[in-house]
């Protein structure tokens, strides 16, 4: 960290954080000593100091932005943190400022999901810095990419707070812990690598069961995964308004007359996808970026992003007047340098990580290097241009990250279009149906923008053509209306739902972790929202299919091939559980088991007389705005118009004719 900058935070904190460590962290080990003799009283001061160095450095690093807009120069983030809103599907919000510790310590178990760049990490940044000033615990910010099966998240906490000369007492750690007043941060659940998934969230789960009289913040983006915390509170971010898109590039430019000519021209032409950029913090920082860089403003994502990396690598050194460029130590030019990353990019995509120590990073750099015939390069010298001349790479501590998620997913996005044509449809394919394709979804919708015409002939007919099938072979032996087979067949494209019932008094934790593995198979965590009779009742289960994630990233292009109705539903729990009392599915299921809803006719889910209610019951099980269905008035028709443009690329003479 620059050295004056991170003085004067310290001269601030200091006194902020003896407070913190004298008020939750002194009694307790005060207590412990009078119970464990002498010993732990020796070993008192020297404890208490560890803390308290750990406290001020965690809170110096907290209190700066690396950001990417200003070459990965530090800044306070209190110079540039707009205050950002959380949202509960139930509306309740609440406002990030500097008093949001005191929220987190009342709730105790807050999920804060959202996208890329609508700003999870600066939100714990800012809630690790209101409790030490607030006085509402001992923050612990814990980076879960950092996690594996060979490090787990107590070996993590430790690791902070190890000195050079002395490893830290685990033992008198995690009685600390288990008193209390802690509020642990994790952030980046999703960048855990899928390898060791399962074992790190069984992991974090223990860890907060037995830890539970503190509290938690897990940060991420969406993921079926986090199902695995029913009991937090979940909350979106609200998207940025304009008039704090403006007050946040104003922040950029100092207030000065660039950020200004900016939003004139922004004013000047406003449409869909320059206000895509302004309701994100990330991509309005580096729309300030790109502007500042080249003048005019850029309407497609993925150009937006190439003009981001061409502001990297043309940037004029300001210390040193507006004439001089920085020479890449690598020597290389920009569409090498493109190239080498693209590659880098995939090669981070398929391997679900972003951070690396410096020999795996070297090697990476090598293999791209390989890939791209680029034989003069030196991997070392690439490295130092990709943290100085181009800095899309940003050193934390001994790790060696992209300075963003998503400049990573652009180049990954760039790699399949250029560099893997010949495979380019099976990789798009493997993406999309992938399990875990939330992980993928801003890779798609950045190959979205850059190849739209290939991304429908591949990914667009692939979904018309699973739904065609789906709609054309489910449901058909059953006596039912055409209204509710179309209904169910809408409910089940996107979801897999189970159900079970009982007569027996349970909870959630019973019922989701008794779903047997074969129903389980490679699914995420089952989910629950589904409301019940005391003494027992019936209870609806869902995983969200693949094909749910890839229909919300179409509507959310405004694709006409998807509809999001809202689903209207009793609030009232005492109509539920008059549907569930009446319902002739409670009586004529078999007990105790769990059965996948198909369309199979002998289940009584699929009795013509229970067949609505379990349409209603499904329903009952998600949220209004959870819900995504094929237009089928479109479908038949952009099928065609796909088909139409394949038959014509088909004919033997189509590009040669007329050469």
Same mark, same amino acid.
């Given at each position: 960290?620059?050295g004056?900058?991170?003085?004067?935070?310290?001269?601030?904190?200091?006194?902020?954080?003896?407070?913190?460590?004298e008020?939750f962290i002194?009694p307790?080990?005060?207590?412990?000593?009078?119970?464990?003799?002498?010993?732990?009283?020796?070993a008192?001061?020297?404890?208490?100091n560890?803390?308290?160095?750990?406290?001020?450095?965690?809170y110096?690093?907290?209190?700066v932005?690396?950001t990417?807009?200003?070459?990965?120069?530090?800044?306070?983030?209190?110079?540039?943190y707009?205050p950002?809103?959380?949202?509960?599907?139930?509306?309740?919000?609440?406002?990030?400022?500097?008093r949001?510790?005191?929220y987190?310590?009342?709730?105790?178990?807050?999920?804060?999901?959202?996208?890329?760049?609508?700003g999870?990490?600066?939100?714990?940044?800012?809630?690790f810095?209101?409790?030490?000033?607030?006085?509402?615990?001992?923050?612990?910010?814990?980076?879960?990419?950092?996690?594996?099966?060979?490090?787990?998240?107590?070996?993590?906490?430790?690791?902070?707070?190890?000195?050079?000369?002395?490893?830290?007492?685990?033992a008198?750690?995690l009685?600390?812990?288990?008193?209390?007043?802690?509020?642990?941060?994790?952030?980046?659940?999703?960048?855990?690598s899928?390898?060791?998934?399962?074992?790190?969230?069984?992991?974090?789960?223990?860890?907060?069961?037995?830890?539970?009289?503190?509290?938690?913040?897990?940060?991420?983006?969406?993921?079926?995964?986090?199902a695995?915390?029913?009991?937090?509170?979940?909350?979106?971010?609200?998207?940025?308004?304009k008039?704090?898109?403006?007050?946040?590039?104003?922040?950029?430019?100092?207030?000065?007359?660039l950020?200004?000519?900016?939003?004139?021209?922004?004013?000047e032409?406003?449409?869909?996808?320059?206000?895509?950029f302004?309701?994100?913090?990330?991509?309005?920082s580096?729309?300030?970026?790109?502007?500042?860089?080249?003048?005019?403003i850029?309407?497609?994502k993925?150009?937006?992003?190439?003009?981001?990396?061409?502001?990297?690598?043309?940037?004029?050194d300001?210390?040193?007047?507006?004439s001089?460029?920085?020479?890449?130590?690598?020597?290389?030019?920009?569409?090498?340098?493109?190239?080498?990353?693209?590659?880098?990019?995939?090669?981070?995509?398929?391997?679900?990580?972003?951070?690396?120590?410096?020999?795996?990073?070297?090697?990476?750099?090598?293999?791209?290097?390989?890939?791209?015939?680029?034989?003069?390069?030196?991997?070392?010298? &690439?490295? @130092?241009?990709l /943290? *100085?001349? #181009?800095?899309?790479f940003?050193? !934390?501590?001994?790790y060696? %990250?992209w300075?963003?998620?998503?400049i990573?997913?652009y180049f990954?996005?760039?790699?399949?279009?250029i560099?893997?044509?010949?495979?380019?449809?099976?990789?798009?394919?493997?993406?999309?149906?992938?399990?875990?394709?939330?992980?993928?979804?801003?890779?798609?919708?950045?190959?979205?923008s850059?190849?739209?015409?290939?991304?429908r002939?591949?990914?667009?007919?692939?979904?018309?053509?699973?739904?065609?099938?789906?709609?054309?072979s489910?449901?058909?032996?059953?006596?039912?209306a055409d209204?509710?087979?179309?209904e169910?067949i809408?409910l089940? &494209?996107? @979801?897999?739902? /189970? *159900?079970f #019932?009982?007569d027996?008094?349970? !909870?959630?934790?019973?019922v %989701?972790s008794?779903?047997?593995?074969?129903?389980?198979?490679?699914?995420?965590?089952?989910?629950?929202?589904?409301?019940?009779?005391?003494?027992?009742?019936?209870?609806?289960?869902?995983?969200?299919?693949?094909?749910?994630?890839?229909?919300?990233?179409?509507?959310?292009?405004?694709?006409?091939?998807?509809?999001h109705?809202?689903?209207?539903?009793?609030?009232?729990?005492t109509?539920n559980?008059?549907?569930m009392?009446?319902?002739?599915?409670?009586?004529?299921?078999?007990k105790?088991?769990?059965?996948?809803?198909n369309?199979?006719?002998?289940?009584?889910?699929n009795?013509?007389?229970?067949?609505?209610?379990?349409?209603?019951?499904?329903?009952?099980?998600?949220?209004?705005?959870e819900?995504?269905?094929?237009?089928?008035s479109?479908?038949?028709?952009?099928l065609?118009?796909?088909q139409?443009?394949?038959?014509?690329?088909?004919?033997?003479?189509?590009l040669?004719?007329?050469?």
């Amino acid at each position: 960290m620059e050295g004056l900058l991170f003085q004067q935070i310290g001269a601030f904190a200091l006194p902020l954080v003896t407070k913190a460590v004298e008020k939750f962290i002194e009694p307790k080990i005060k207590t412990l000593s009078e119970m464990t003799g002498e010993k732990l009283q020796i070993a008192k001061h020297v404890f208490v100091n560890t803390f308290e160095k750990t406290l001020l450095y965690s809170y110096k690093k907290h209190s700066v932005l690396n950001t990417i807009v200003f070459n990965n120069q530090q800044k306070l983030l209190k110079d540039l943190y707009i205050p950002l809103t959380i949202k509960t599907s139930s509306t309740i919000e609440e406002t990030i400022d500097d008093r949001c510790s005191a929220y987190i310590k009342r709730v105790k178990k807050v999920l804060i999901t959202d996208t890329a760049g609508m700003g999870k990490s600066t939100i714990m940044k800012k809630i690790f810095l209101s409790t030490v000033e607030m006085e509402n615990g001992i923050p612990v910010m814990v980076e879960l990419r950092r996690l594996g099966k060979d490090k787990l998240i107590l070996d993590e906490i430790l690791e902070q707070l190890n000195t050079v000369k002395k490893p830290t007492n685990k033992a008198l750690v995690l009685e600390l812990i288990e008193k209390g007043d802690f509020v642990f941060l994790l952030d980046g659940y999703d960048e855990i690598s899928l390898r060791d998934k399962a074992i790190v969230t069984k992991n974090i789960q223990d860890f907060i069961s037995k830890a539970n009289n503190n509290c938690f913040v897990i940060a991420s983006r969406p993921e079926g995964a986090l199902a695995s915390f029913g009991d937090f509170l979940k909350y979106t971010i609200l998207p940025l308004r304009k008039e704090q898109s403006y007050e946040l590039l104003r922040k950029y430019n100092d207030y000065g007359e660039l950020a200004e000519r900016l939003i004139a021209k922004i004013k000047e032409r406003e449409n869909d996808s320059i206000d895509e950029f302004l309701i994100n913090p990330l991509l309005t920082s580096l729309l300030y970026n790109a502007f500042e860089h080249k003048q005019t403003i850029p309407f497609k994502k993925h150009i937006f992003y190439r003009q981001v990396f061409d502001a990297f690598f043309d940037t004029h050194d300001i210390s040193k007047g507006d004439s001089y460029v920085r020479d890449k130590i690598s020597e290389i030019d920009s569409d090498d340098f493109h190239k080498m990353l693209r590659y880098m990019g995939f090669y981070c995509m398929k391997r679900s990580r972003i951070e690396f120590n410096k020999d795996e990073l070297l090697n990476i750099i090598s293999e791209a290097k390989t890939f791209s015939a680029i034989s003069h390069v030196q991997p070392n010298l &690439f490295l @130092k241009d990709l /943290l *100085i001349s #181009v800095p899309l790479f940003v050193l !934390d501590g001994i790790y060696f %990250k992209w300075a963003h998620r998503s400049i990573q997913e652009y180049f990954a996005a760039q790699f399949i279009y250029i560099d893997a044509k010949s495979q380019q449809k099976e990789i798009l394919l493997k993406l999309v149906q992938n399990p875990a394709i939330e992980k993928h979804l801003n890779v798609l919708d950045l190959y979205y923008s850059i190849d739209f015409k290939s991304f429908r002939k591949i990914v667009v007919k692939s979904l018309i053509e699973e739904y065609l099938f789906f709609s054309s072979s489910q449901y058909r032996d059953n006596v039912i209306a055409d209204e509710l087979r179309t209904e169910r067949i809408h409910l089940c &494209f996107e @979801k897999e739902f /189970l *159900i079970f #019932v009982t007569d027996n008094a349970v !909870d959630h934790t019973s019922v %989701k972790s008794g779903v047997p593995s074969k129903l389980r198979g490679d699914k995420k965590e089952f989910i629950i929202r589904q409301n019940v009779l005391k003494g027992g009742g019936i209870w609806i289960l869902y995983v969200h299919h693949y094909r749910h994630w890839l229909m919300s990233m179409l509507y959310g292009k405004g694709h006409p091939l998807v509809l999001h109705p809202y689903i209207k539903k009793s609030a009232s729990p005492t109509e539920n559980e008059k549907l569930m009392c009446r319902s002739r599915i409670r009586y004529d299921m078999p007990k105790d088991i769990y059965f996948p809803i198909n369309d199979k006719k002998e289940m009584p889910f699929n009795f013509p007389d229970n067949f609505d209610d379990t349409n209603k019951l499904i329903k009952l099980a998600f949220y209004s705005n959870e819900h995504y269905r094929i237009n089928i008035s479109e479908a038949d028709k952009i099928l065609k118009e796909i088909q139409d443009e394949i038959s014509l690329e088909d004919k033997t003479n189509f590009l040669l004719d007329g050469l």
